[in-house]
């Protein structure tokens, strides 16, 4: 199983990106995704995740409102745009996949880990 995520960069605060991930050696709609992010000289915290369906999603409430999380099954891949962005938001964003289809803030919950994309917002 490879997760691939991509789209981070550098961005102005109140700027906006996406991020992708795209998974393959897996049957991708029986996976719940999440999104984490670790920013510099801390703990890796929970963002997003979505389950296998997409229709029941879960936000911290750090970015509640101003990212979203999706996934489009037929292509194996699940999005996180990120608008309004904030300084406070500069982190690696990880995306992760378990099998199950619910929900989960818990990071030990997830067995596939991508490598992760920077995304840095400059005040």
């Known amino acids: 199983v490879q997760l691939q995520a991509s789209g981070g960069g550098l961005v102005q605060a109140g700027g906006s990106l996406r991020l992708s991930c795209a998974a393959s050696?897996?049957?991708?709609?029986?996976?719940?995704m999440g999104w984490f992010r670790q920013a510099p000289g801390k703990e890796r915290e929970f963002v997003a995740d979505?389950?296998?369906?997409?229709?029941?999603?879960d936000y911290a409430d750090s970015v509640k409102g101003r990212f979203t999380i999706s996934r489009d099954n037929a292509k194996n891949t699940v999005y996180l745009q990120m608008n309004s962005l904030k300084p406070e938001d500069t982190a690696v964003y990880y995306c992760?996949?378990?099998?199950?289809?619910?929900?989960?803030?818990?990071?030990?919950?997830?067995?596939?880990w991508g490598q992760g994309t920077l995304v840095t917002v400059s005040s």
């Open positions: 050696g897996v049957s991708f709609s029986n996976l719940a």
């Open positions: 992760a996949a378990r099998w199950g289809g619910t929900v989960s803030r818990i990071a030990d919950a997830y067995t596939y």
């Open positions: 979505i389950s296998w369906g997409g229709r029941i999603t």
